[in-house]
């Protein structure tokens, strides 16, 4: 997993190196296979239920499972959360990140200043003998108490030989019962707050995948593969 992850990383930082004004969706799209390639791994994206692209990739209010298009460009201002996942020697790593697309606006860079931090008081709180509550407690409050709006329809969740295992990780606290699931040394999470500017509402799009904040406010997601081990959370999708 930690391969996997570490092939995770490398897709994101060929893309971010690609990022600029006019570029399109799909040429992302085709940089992400390429890049996957090069490295012998398979995006666990494509072809999940019936998803047709190797990466996601979600503009301003569009929050997840965004549909790459070639004629979807990008502007100056722009915020672009890019979420890539790869099966590498059977094991997935699963990360997305939130970029900006030259200078952004203040509230932008808020936004994407506290999501991040929210997801690294995620992993913080990821420790031997904690619950997963903890984690989802770390992300709600620190999104909360700076006036932004944490999603719930949404989840990350447990990740191994499948994209999806269990439990699923809230990011907020409740009385899931996924939430009491203990933290262990050998469990990996995909940890991963979205959160919204305007509201924690969503609507997904009539291409039956793009999800968008209900209000059209600027929306960020950051996620990591994380596995807890005896010397706390070690990040499996880091640079
Ligand atoms: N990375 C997303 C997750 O963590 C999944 C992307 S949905 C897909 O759940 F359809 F594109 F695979
Ligand atoms: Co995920």
Sequence with gaps: ?????????????????????????????????????????HSCFLGY???????CTSINE??????????RLLHEGDILSIDVGVRYRGFIGDSAWTYAVGAISPGAQELMR??????????????????????????????ESQGLYVVRQYTGHGV???????PQVLNYASEDPDGQ???RPGLVLAIEPMVQAGTWQTQTLSDEWTVVSKDGSLTAHFEH???I?????EILTLP
């Design 62 to 71: 569009e929050l997840v499972h965004g549909i790459p298009q070639a004629n």
């Design 181 to 183: 699931t203990l933290l």
């Design 114 to 143: 506290v999501t991040e931090q929210s997801l690294f008081q995620g992993i913080a709180a990821a420790q031997n003998g904690k619950q997963v509550v903890d984690i989802s407690r770390a992300v709600q409050n620190c999104v």
């Design 1 to 41: 997993m930690r391969e996997a992850g570490r092939v995770v990383a490398r897709v994101h930082a060929a893309l971010q190196a690609a990022l600029r004004p006019g570029i399109s969706t799909l040429e992302l799209d085709r940089l992400a296979a390429e890049t996957m390639a090069r490295y012998q791994a």
């Design 225 to 227: 593969t994380v596995a």
């Design 49 to 55: 239920r019936g998803y047709p692209a190797h990466i």
């Design 229 to 233: 081990t005896n010397n706390g959370p």
């Design 160 to 166: 191994g030989r499948q994209m999806h295992e269990a």
